[in-house]
T-cell receptor, first 113, second 115 residues
Framework: SQKIEQNSEALNIQEGKTATLTCNYTNYSPAYLQWYRQDPGRGPVFLLLIRENEKEKRKERLKVTFDTTLKQSLFHITASQPADSATYLCALTRGGATNKLIFGTGTLLAVQP | GAGVSQSPSNKVTEKGKDVELRCDPISGHTALYWYRQRLGQGLEFLIYFQGNSAPDKSGLPSDRFSAERTGESVSTLTIQRTQQEDSAVYLC?????????????FGPGTRLTVT
């Protein structure tokens, strides 16, 4: 069956360091992959989308890589800040007739001042 | 502009009662999605509406769940004869899905508690 795995344990890092979050998937051929941020009690907020034919995407302090051979995406936050503390969700979609997202369970990031 | 809104924000109901949850998508967004998030878990896809196409209902967990959407506007998710395992946050999202724009914009969710 399709499976999306993210670091199940919380990631604790010091302010100013680079946070790297991992998303691995099996039995799936996504057309594109998205990363969302979710704060407690709120809906997810879109961050970045990367397509299957793209290797890397950047937006300000954020960078996403996508390796369809390894079936893995890495999400980096450089110069991390305490305000970056949240749960980060990886989501895949096949595209085509339906763009429904299949979500991972998320990784909780805590940036210590 | 206004984002996705959902109502009610919280709903407590007794087991066996029916509930109706509402979603107002962003104006102009052709696609609308419902997801469910149980405590400490990831989001589960429930149903997807895209324009006038037949909805993708493949994620609905049982025939107690149904959803409707009028054109490209409001959607309602109905759960009949609620069970305790239906307790979760129900999230609605909308998406433009034109010109390569596939990101989804989520509402704040409705927290449903079945007692």
């Amino acid at each position: 069956s399709q499976k999306i795995e993210q670091n199940s344990e919380a990631l604790n890092i010091q302010e100013g360091k680079t946070a790297t979050l991992t998303c691995n998937y099996t039995n799936y051929s996504p057309a594109y992959l998205q990363w969302y941020r979710q704060d407690p009690g709120r809906g997810p907020v879109f961050l970045l989308l990367i397509r299957e034919n793209e290797k890397e995407k950047r937006k300000e302090r954020l960078k996403v890589t996508f390796d369809t051979t390894l079936k893995q995406s890495l999400f980096h936050i450089t110069a991390s800040q305490p305000a970056d503390s949240a749960t980060y969700l990886c989501a895949l979609t096949r595209g085509g007739a339906t763009n429904k997202l299949i979500f991972g369970t998320g990784t909780l990031l805590a940036v210590q001042p | 502009g206004a984002g996705v809104s959902q109502s009610p924000s919280n709903k407590v109901t007794e087991k066996g009662k029916d509930v109706e949850l509402r979603c107002d998508p962003i104006s102009g967004h052709t696609a609308l999605y419902w997801y469910r998030q149980r405590l400490g878990q990831g989001l589960e896809f429930l149903i997807y509406f895209q324009g006038n196409s037949a909805p993708d209902k493949s994620g609905l967990p049982s025939d107690r769940f149904s959803a409707e959407r009028t054109g490209e506007s409001v959607s309602t998710l109905t759960i009949q004869r609620t069970q305790q395992e239906d307790s979760a946050v129900y999230l609605c999202a909308s998406s433009l899905e034109r010109g390569g724009s596939y990101e989804q914009y989520f509402g704040p969710g409705t927290r449903l508690t079945v007692t």
